[in-house]
C-alpha cells in the first residue's frame, strides 16, 4: 500500500481544521482509555466511575469530530462528481 503524506494532499481550511479537531479528540480518548486502564485497578468505585464518564465522553467528541470530518469529505466528493458530470 503506498502512503501518501499529508503534504501531498490539497486540502481546504475546513479539511484542515476538521482534521485537527479529529486528530486531537482520538488522541484525548486514546489516553482517557489508557490512564483508566492503568489506574482504574487501584481507585474507590466512585473515581472509577469518574474516569469511566470521561472516557466515554471522549469517545462521543472523538466520534463526533470524526464523522462531522467525513461527512465534509464525502461533500467534496459529491461536488467533484458534480463539477465531472457537468463537463462530461
Known sequence: MTQVHQSQIKW???C???SGEFATAARLYSE???LLAAI???RPPQEYNR???A???AKR???LAGLAFEQHLESH???AAIAAAATA
Do not use: F, M, Q
Request: glycine residues 4%; proline residues 4%.
Open 77 to 79: 466528493h459529491r461536488t
Open 51 to 53: 474516569l469511566r464518564h
Open 12 to 14: 481546504c481550511g475546513l
Open 32 to 34: 482517557a482509555v489508557a
Open 61 to 63: 467528541r472523538s466520534e
Open 55 to 57: 472516557a466515554e465522553e
Open 16 to 18: 484542515r481544521h476538521l
Open 40 to 42: 482504574a485497578p487501584n
